[in-house]
Structure formats: structure tokens, C-alpha cells
């Protein structure tokens, strides 16, 4: 073997290991252009988690059925960027239990909250509505009654009666609220 075919051997050589690195360093350009296209999906979905938590509270604080809308709305644009991110890590390769945790907790969370929508519908957006009026009426024909009656003790505590009602409405809305800021 002379000279010349032993630079060439090499040369070949040379050439096919620069074209491996090439291949190599292709292929992970791919898979890191693969996991930032994934992290994109994590931020889209921490992004529209707190829409679904800002559109909760907004029911909660303003009580119109249209923050209901808005909340399913934004329930399935949640599971489909679930559902593609999911789609994206399965494409280069990687399965996680976490996602499929991710999914049951947002599923936790929405029927916790058409469970607090019936309880609100039933308690009342206003208080001409739902137990809210119960509760009014009623504190009004106590009031009603103790003026008849014409004794001031009785109207006193009636009155006491009626703060009380309306420190109890404003209460429970803040402290909901309060509880769901601070999630």
C-alpha cells in the first residue's frame, strides 16, 4: 500500500467523520428547535391556567353568567394546548404521567367551579335573587313586625339584625375572593 492510498484511506475517512458530525449536530439543532417548540406549550398553558383562575374570580366578584362562558371557553383552549403539548413531547420521544395529572387536576378544577356556580345560582347573584332575597324578605318582615309592635328593644336587635345580614353578603364574597387570590 503506498503513500498516496493511505491519504486517501484517511481523507475518506476525514470526510465521512465531518459528515457524521454534521448529521449528529443536525439532529440535535432538531431536538433542541423540538423541546423550545414543547416549552412554548408549558407557557401557553401556565398562561391560559391563569385566565381560567382570573375568569373564576371575576364570577365570583361580579356574578354574570357570562364569566361562565368565558370559563369553558378558556377550559377547552386549555385541554387542547394540553392535548398538543402532549402531541409534541410523544414526537421527540418523551411520555410523562405529569401531563395526564395536569389533565384530571383541570378537570378537578372545572367541576369545582360548576359546582360553585349552582351554589351561587341558588344563593343569588343579587340579593333579589335566590336565598339572598330569602334572606332579605325576611329581615324586612322582622323589621316590619318589630315597628308594628312598637318596641324599641325589639327594633334595635332587628335593626342589629339587618347590619348583620348585610356585613354577612359582603363578607362571604370577600373572603372567597380573598381564598382564591391567594391560590
Known sequence: MTIQKKLYGIMLLSVMSILLNIYIVNYMLQKSQDLNHAKAY???VNVDMKELTLTSAAF???KEDK???TFEKNYLHIQKDI???HEALKAI???TKAIKQVSTNLEAYKT???SVVVIQKKIGYSQKEGLNKLLHDAVRKA???AKRMQNQDIYSMVLTLRTLEKVFLLHITRSILKNLQDL
Do not use: K, N, P, S
Open 60 to 62: 365570583l366578584e361580579y
Open 143 to 145: 323589621e316590619l313586625y
Open 83 to 85: 392535548q398538543d403539548f
Open 42 to 44: 408549558i407557557t401557553q
Open 67 to 69: 364569566y361562565t362562558v
Open 93 to 95: 420521544g418523551i411520555e
Open 112 to 114: 369545582t367551579f360548576a
